[in-house]
């Protein structure tokens, strides 16, 4: 299938672009990586009378190693992000989800800020930006700059807190400080890259004893939008992550989602499924690795 | 609805082609229709499939998900521009047709671009990284395990490109492009 016909603009800068879609507004849709909105055009479900090309702008692909969190603009692309050994070595997690977006040939393509914003259920990274407590900073030319968090920012399935006439610039990814800071991703999709039928995230922070200080959990794939659960997070704290503890938290975790059902999973498969998925990453997070101080699980 | 065709330059198989084009053509209909480069695919035209992978400077994408415009001044290579000579094959190509690594043939040149690209980056891949590679491209005859051979195949040291060919004069990846430029 082929998309409607629409008007290409170039964005020569940023002010450029929020000229533009201060202009357009409705009608215009930013176009990054395409790796989510060319597939839809193709199949008309987006129907752009206006694609504004932000993908060559330099200023939305600094990626800022700072301390207490890595800054990414919002076109930076995934595959990029997964070769940058500092930015790994800063926020794992980010890298051990992408692994699971796409493939080699889209992730060349995708970029971090066009995931997000895109904001599939089912999608990695809007999982790992709720777990994680990134902040999303949006720019419009009306209103100028302004910040929101990933809880805040994600408002059902493909919906955003985004305004027609905002374009997301830059991510905030907070970084935990310390050491023993481990991370885990897990999915469960008809193929590797595919959509996931349930998928889970953990950042957990474990002690020279093996003891919990800090975590961080989440569920992708269930409900509407990605969710993450501080408060059964908090129960891991001072505890030692055994199988019937991170048993324990998944089941709770699960209660508190109402996911659908679809022509892959039915609801009850998704629930068990995502069990599985939190337990396995808790479980790998929390045993020490022989190879350093991030664990993840094993890539499918 | 307003939709003015623009000029775009794109660099293929190693040859500027300037054309107009509507903003809404994608790079794969560029290719195969505006420059008559029909050895890439078009599968499922939503980025499933993977018979559209090209290399857009170097890298491997899927050339349904984005539009030409989109790669305005960029360089772009296609199956027709993986041997290193008209007429010859490449080592992976040649090692394709040694494990019968096709079929029907549909996936094939996405299946080869994968496989170019991997062993571009890692001359030596284990079978994990072959299957990794080739992980977003679908074959549906089902011919994976032949696909993995071949690139291991290609990748043993000392492997020599067995298929005797005469070099056509020209560079790779000219073929069709005289009768389809009278646009």
């Not at chain 1, 009608?27 to 839809?40: E, F, I, K, N, Y």
Request: glycine letters at 8%; one cysteine or more; charged letters at 20%.
């Amino acid at each position: 299938m082929k998309a409607a016909p629409f008007e290409y603009v170039l964005a020569e800068s940023l002010d450029h672009a929020l000229e533009c879609l201060d202009q357009y507004g409705l009608d215009a849709r930013t176009l990054a990586g395409g790796q989510s909105l060319v597939p839809m055009m193709a199949m008309r479900l987006a129907r752009p009378s206006m694609l504004l090309d932000i993908n060559r702008l330099a200023e939305l692909k600094q990626v800022d190693i700072r301390e207490g969190a890595v800054s990414m603009g919002a076109t930076t692309g995934q595959r990029a992000i997964e070769n940058n050994i500092e930015v790994h070595g800063a926020i794992p997690l980010v890298r051990d989800a992408l692994r699971w977006v796409g493939h080699i040939q889209t992730r060349n393509r995708g970029t971090i800020g066009g995931s997000l914003v895109h904001a599939d259920p089912s999608a990695e990274l809007p999982l790992v930006a709720v777990v994680l407590d990134a902040t999303l900073r949006l720019c419009s030319k009306a209103d100028g700059e302004r910040e929101i968090a990933a809880q805040e920012f994600f408002l059902g399935p493909m919906f955003t807190a985004t305004a027609e006439i905002e374009c997301l610039t830059s991510i905030e990814w907070p970084i935990w400080e310390g050491s023993g800071v481990r991370t885990a991703f897990d999915e469960t999709a008809m193929r590797h890259g595919d959509f996931a039928m349930a998928s889970a995230a953990c950042q957990l922070q474990i002690d020279e004893n093996g003891v919990c200080q800090r975590a961080a959990i989440g569920i992708g794939g269930l409900d509407g939008v990605p969710r993450s659960f501080p408060e059964l997070a908090q129960q891991l704290v001072g505890q030692r992550i055994d199988v019937r503890l991170a048993r324990e938290i998944a089941h709770c975790a699960v209660q508190q989602t109402e996911p659908g059902s679809d022509l892959h999973a039915d609801a009850e498969f998704r629930r068990q499924l995502a069990v599985v998925m939190l337990t396995r990453v808790l479980q790998a997070a929390s045993t020490p690795s022989p190879h350093g101080t991030t664990n993840s699980t094993a890539h499918a | 609805m307003p939709s003015p065709p623009v000029t775009i330059e794109i660099k293929v198989n190693g040859l500027l082609r300037a054309q107009m084009v509507e903003p809404r053509t994608t790079l794969v209909d560029f290719l195969r229709d505006h420059l008559g480069l029909t050895g890439t695919h078009v599968g499922c035209e939503h980025g499933v499939c993977g018979a559209c992978s090209i290399l857009l400077n170097g890298e491997p994408v899927r050339s349904c998900c984005m539009f030409a415009v989109q790669a305005n001044g960029m360089s772009v290579t296609t199956v027709e521009g993986l041997a290193p000579q008209r007429g010859c094959l490449s080592k992976i190509q040649d090692a394709f047709c040694e494990t019968h690594a096709l079929q029907c043939g549909y996936c094939t040149p996405g299946m080869l671009i994968a496989c170019h690209a991997l062993v571009q980056n890692t001359p030596q891949p284990d079978e994990a990284q072959i299957r990794e590679a080739i992980g977003g491209n679908l074959c549906r005859c089902t011919g994976y395990q032949q696909i993995v051979d071949a690139v291991k195949l290609a990748t043993t040291p000392g492997y020599q490109v067995k298929e005797k060919s005469e070099p056509i004069a020209g560079q790779p990846g000219q073929v069709a492009i005289k009768e389809a430029s009278n646009d």
